[in-house]
Nanobody, 111 residues
Framework: VQLVESGGGLVQAGGSLRLSCAVSGSTFTINTMGWYRQAPGKQREFIASISPAGGVTNYADSVKGRFTISRDNARNTMYLQMNSLKPEDTAVYYC?????WGQGTQVTVSS
């Protein structure tokens, strides 16, 4: 299984970005998937998760109401729509499936 994130970049505070996580392998549709992030000098933290069929989602309080996790099982891809971005959202964002992490994509929010 290989996970490849994309969509990161530099954005001004208040802006939006959409991250994608493309997953190779046949197990995508049976696994809960998640997004995590790690800011410089901080531990990696949970952001959001989504159930295999997409019907159940969970969010960290810090992003609730601003970020939306979704998945397209036909495309083996998971997404994270990030709106109303804040400088404190600056971090490397990782997607995760059980036992496997992606390489991460940098998100930088300028004030």
């Amino acid at each position: 299984v290989q996970l490849v994130e994309s969509g990161g970049g530099l954005v001004q505070a208040g802006g939006s970005l959409r991250l994608s996580c493309a997953v190779s392998g046949s197990t995508f549709t049976i696994n809960t998937m998640g997004w995590y992030r790690q800011a410089p000098g901080k531990q990696r933290e949970f952001i959001a998760s989504i159930s295999p069929a997409g019907g159940v989602t969970n969010y960290a309080d810090s992003v609730k109401g601003r970020f939306t996790i979704s998945r397209d099982n036909a495309r083996n891809t998971m997404y994270l729509q990030m709106n109303s971005l804040k400088p404190e959202d600056t971090a490397v964002y990782y997607c995760k499936t059980p036992g496997q992490w992606g390489q991460g994509t940098q998100v930088t929010v300028s004030s």
